[in-house]
Structures are given as C-alpha cells and as structure tokens.
C-alpha cells in the first residue's frame, strides 16, 4: 500500500472537515529535505488529530522517533494513533493529554 493509500485509510475515519497533511510525492520531499538538513532525531506533536503528520514523517525518515500528544475530542483520534503505532512500533508513542497540563521546567 503507497503512502497516499494509507492517507486516504486515515482519512476514512474522519467526519470533521478539519485540514490536515496531503501525502504527496512534493509533501513527502519537503519532509525529507527539512529532517535531513535539521537532522531530527525526536519529534514533539502537540495535536495529532488524524495522524497525517505522524504517518507522513515515520514512513519518510527511518531513524526519527515521534511522540504525538491531542486532547482527542474527535472519534478517529484514538483509533488513528493505534494504527500508526502498529504500523511503527518501536518508534511512535502517543498520549490523550491537553497540551496546557504539560509540565514545563523551569527555564
């Protein structure tokens, strides 16, 4: 299954009209190009709504580890961040949290 299959079975779940990464050839170069010039081993989301991003990083660079974190206050929420964290298991974590209870240190 190509990258855009797998988009569009994201995609499935959603009933919300919401934007969200379009998996093409042109958006999976731009992924690539920004994580081989920053070098990013580590990934912080904070909203991952259907899992676009996620699922457009992972499947695009080999070596970077991403944690998602949403409020999920949609259905597909949940059920989305199962399947990548199936798809990539060793790699992708993800948390039901509301990005203001983050604990920030002290700077």
């Known amino acids: 299954m190509t990258l855009l299959e797998q988009s569009r079975a994201l995609d499935a779940s959603m009933v919300e009209d919401e934007g969200h990464l379009v ?3 042109r958006t999976v170069e731009v ?3 920004i994580y081989n ?3 990013a081993k580590n ?3 904070i909203g991952f709504n259907a899992g676009h991003s996620a699922l457009c990083v992972l499947s695009s660079v080999e070596d970077v580890r991403y944690h998602s974190i949403d409020i999920c206050q949609y259905d597909h929420t949940e ?3 199962q399947m990548i ?3 990539f298991p ?3 974590t993800f948390q ?3 990005s203001k209870d983050l604990d920030y240190p002290d700077i």
């Open 23 to 25: 998996l093409t050839d």
């Open 31 to 33: 992924v690539k190009r």
């Open 37 to 39: 010039h920053t070098k």
């Open 43 to 45: 990934v912080l989301e």
């Open 79 to 81: 059920p989305n961040a």
């Open 85 to 87: 964290a199936d798809m």
């Open 90 to 92: 060793e790699r992708f």
């Open 96 to 98: 039901k949290l509301d």
